[in-house]
């Protein structure tokens, strides 16, 4: 039993790994793909959800700035142990990308409904489109780096 323990530490902590990577691309594709396209500013949606589960209040545009990144690498990070949490069930590769966008989405989508974060329901299709593909390039992003480099069953 303690092995099976380790192993799902191990491929949570590692998920969670790739999951800081993940975010590294779709902050990348974010600022050089899809901003660009859409001509959409900055979000600040990961701050507000910080700001609404915990006492921080940022002074300034810097500390929201950095309240915003903490948030979105931490978030990340979230989504990134799911991703492991499905490696443990055996999946890889789309099926675990599947799996682990569908949850994770559907938990993200609920999380700022119930928080009074956000009304889905008032998104436009362009709305939709572009939350559901910087997340999506996220999940993939995260599954690539987990299985390439960090799945401790990979064999190069």
Do not use: C
């Not at 300034?60 to 949490?85: C, E, I, K, P, Q």
């Not at 675990?96 to 989508?109: E, S």
């Amino acid at each position: 039993m303690k092995d099976a323990g380790t192993h799902v530490t191990t491929l949570v902590g590692r998920g969670a790994v790739a999951g800081l990577g993940g975010s590294v691309v779709m902050t990348a594709f974010q600022k050089l793909i899809e901003m660009p396209i859409t001509e959409r500013g900055d979000s600040y949606a990961p701050a507000k959800l910080a700001q609404k589960l915990l006492p921080v209040h940022p002074k300034d545009d810097t500390a929201r700035w950095r309240l915003n990144y903490a948030t979105h690498f931490t978030l990340g990070a979230y989504w990134g142990a799911a991703y492991g949490v499905a490696a443990y069930a055996g999946l890889r590769g789309l099926r675990a990308i599947a799996a682990t966008f569908a949850a994770i989405y559907t938990n993200d989508v609920l999380m700022v409904t119930v928080l009074g974060l956000s009304k889905p329901w008032t998104w436009s299709r362009q709305d939709w489109t572009i939350d559901i593909v910087d997340k999506f390039v996220q999940v993939a992003a995260t599954g690539t780096i987990f299985d390439r480099f960090l799945d401790p069953t990979h064999r190069s």
